[in-house]
């Protein structure tokens, strides 16, 4: 009777398991990196995302953008043998991924394809697509606040760059009153950066690979 009772009460367990295949959400082809900033004036660039997204794999934006996101734009040109496209792209065009325009609309597609993100236009002016100019909108070289980038290193926040410093009539940080800085500090280099770098790192000079941050008190970060 005590087995007959130990049968009854195993065979009520397994009728509550089930052992139907569970649906399995999709799965994206590049981490789903969420945005810093979105929603806020200190909202992350397109270009500086793709920078972040490339640190996470381990891997160059370079390889990132070539292998994952020239494919998915639509511009035969870029992956032309001779690489004279590509060399332009990352020389000139990369600034216009964070515009108002196609390029920039391309990327989002892309990156958006590759990571199931639906948010990622709001790192770019595509939204003020309206009303914003679509000439003398954006800075052709890299610019930044060291004081910032400084300030998030030492409290542990992450490392991004707002599209607040890709518009060229923006030249101050508006949280510490100080001028963006357009050519790296490093004596062995003191260059500019592209927006998007073949190795471009946030908070990282994309030419040398040095740090650019500096304390807000160093009065370094008052040069040009």
Avoid at 209 to 219: C, H, S, T, V, Y
């Amino acid at each position: 009777l005590r087995r007959q009772r130990m049968a009854v009460a195993d065979v009520a367990v397994l009728d509550l398991w089930d052992l139907s295949r569970p649906t399995l959400p999709p799965r994206s082809r590049l981490y789903c990196l969420p945005p810093v900033g979105i929603g806020t004036p200190a909202v992350e660039s397109l270009t500086g995302y793709v920078a972040r997204l490339a640190a996470t794999h381990s891997v160059t934006v370079r390889r990132l953008v070539v292998n994952e996101l020239l494919p998915l734009l639509g511009r035969p040109y870029l992956s032309n043998p001779v690489n004279t496209g590509l060399s332009a792209f990352w020389q000139s065009e990369t600034r216009a991924l964070n515009g108002t325009r196609g390029m920039a609309r391309d990327l989002v597609r892309a990156l958006e394809t590759q990571t199931l993100r639906d948010d990622l236009r709001w790192l770019t002016m595509l939204p003020w697509a309206e009303v914003a100019p679509s000439h003398g909108l954006l800075r052709r070289h890299h610019a930044w606040c060291p004081a910032c980038y400084e300030a998030w290193r030492q409290t542990g926040q992450e490392i991004a760059e707002p599209l607040l410093w890709t518009l060229l009539p923006v030249t101050t940080c508006p949280h510490h009153r100080r001028r963006l800085q357009q050519v790296c500090p490093h004596p062995a280099c003191r260059r500019p950066s592209p927006v998007l770098g073949q190795r471009s790192r946030p908070g990282h000079c994309a030419v040398c690979g040095r740090w650019l941050g500096i304390p807000a008190e160093d009065g370094r970060c008052h040069g040009d």
